[in-house]
């Protein structure tokens, strides 16, 4: 299992970046049920979850994102997404898409929001 998030940058204050995280490996059963998420690392912090899906495909988020991040994904591509609007200098990080099943972790993609 392979996993690869893209979309990371440098926004200001209350931008919008959409994340992307590719796999290889992920059978569509795993894909499109609830062991896909996000997470992220902020600087000298634990990391934490960001956002999922639960097992009837309804979206799951931390509080401090709820109403301003979306996650999605196409099932056909393999692809999942997080759409981040609303940023905040507290959202800077790095952003990781996790299989919690097998617990694979892709390559992060570095966030920072600034004024």
């Known amino acids: 299992v392979q996993l690869q998030a893209s979309g990371g940058g440098s926004v200001q204050i209350g931008g919008s970046l959409r994340l992307s995280c590719s796999t290889s490996g992920v059978i569509l059963s795993v894909f499109s049920g609830p062991a896909m998420a996000w997470y992220r690392q902020a600087p000298g912090k634990e990391r934490e979850f960001v956002a999922s899906?639960?097992?009837?495909?309804?979206?799951k988020y931390a509080d401090f994102v709820k109403g301003r991040f979306t996650i999605s994904r196409d099932n056909v591509k393999r692809r999942l997404y997080l759409q981040m609007d609303g940023l905040k200098p507290e959202d800077t990080a790095i952003y990781y898409c996790r299989n919690t099943i097998s617990n694979a972790w892709g390559q992060g993609t570095q966030v920072t929001v600034s004024s």
């Open positions: 899906f639960t097992e009837s495909g309804a979206t």
